[in-house]
């Protein structure tokens, strides 16, 4: 009987899955560790890589006007504009990281030299644009976001047309890119761009998810700075829509 008693208290207590935590807490949602929020970050790093700025202009002529559209995002006066090299269904006009398999575009295709340089960068490739700053447009300080697509996605900017009158301010610290060089840029500090010259620079920049290739020339770089970013990691634990009510979100 005591057995019985046993086993009834026992079938008594139904067993309960544990809760599935909201997605802004899970850990593959989550923009760090606690350990990220206090470790210094380089802000950019030059790669030890450069391509012909010559042939990069070459590839750029054959970019017909009609392919330019309007950067989506809001933090622009209007004069950003982009092209996609390599993109979800290799729609050129495709800005996001989502919406189908990746493949190369029309652009892509009109510009060889510029697959080269695709094809000199190890990791797993993400978007790829090229992206026009109008003379004297500016882009607004912003960070971005890139863990969102990948807590291991890595920027590279290549500059093709540039000038001294432009800054590029990343962390409030202005790096001299130069025609052919490239460049990693931890897009989640604060960046803005002026350009105060009289012609419209453009950049080739290149989104790869980072692997032990990449991280082997990342680790042969030189260093631009150093920085926390606390804040972007305490910003982005937040739930989006407590971001959005305390206008946060980037």
């Not at 969102?148 to 996605?153: A, D, G």
């Not at 890595?154 to 047309?161: A, K, L, Q, Y």
């Not at 990693?184 to 692997?211: C, K, M, Q, W, Y």
Request: proline content about 8%; glycine content about 6%.
């Amino acid at each position: 009987m005591a057995a019985r008693a046993s086993r009834s208290v026992i079938s008594a207590t139904p067993y309960r899955l544990a809760p599935r935590p909201p997605a802004w807490l899970r850990s593959d949602r989550r923009a760090g560790s606690l350990s990220d929020a206090f470790t210094r970050f380089a802000v950019a790093r030059k790669l030890p890589l450069t391509f012909a700025p010559a042939r990069l202009i070459a590839d750029l002529a054959s970019v017909p006007e009609s392919w330019w559209s309007r950067h989506a995002g809001p933090f622009h006066d209007g004069a950003w504009e982009s092209v996609s090299l390599w993109a979800p269904r290799g729609d050129m006009r495709e800005q996001r990281s989502f919406g189908g398999a990746f493949a190369a575009t029309p652009a892509l295709q009109a510009c060889p030299y510029l697959a080269e340089v695709l094809n000199a960068f190890p990791g797993v490739r993400n978007r790829v644009r090229l992206m026009r700053l109008r003379a004297g447009g500016r882009i607004l300080r912003h960070s971005d976001p890139i863990h969102k697509v990948s807590r291991e996605l890595t920027r590279i900017h290549i500059p093709i047309v540039t000038s001294p009158a432009v800054t590029f301010l990343v962390n409030d610290k202005p790096l001299p890119l130069r025609p052919g060089e490239a460049w990693t840029i931890d897009v989640r500090f604060p960046h803005e761009v002026i350009n105060a010259s009289g012609e419209d620079r453009v950049h080739l920049v290149i989104d790869l998810v980072r692997d032990a290739a990449l991280q082997g020339l990342l680790d042969r770089s030189t260093v631009y700075g150093r920085g926390l970013l606390l804040g972007y990691f305490v910003r982005h634990s937040l739930p989006v829509s407590v971001q959005r009510w305390l206008h946060i979100g980037n």
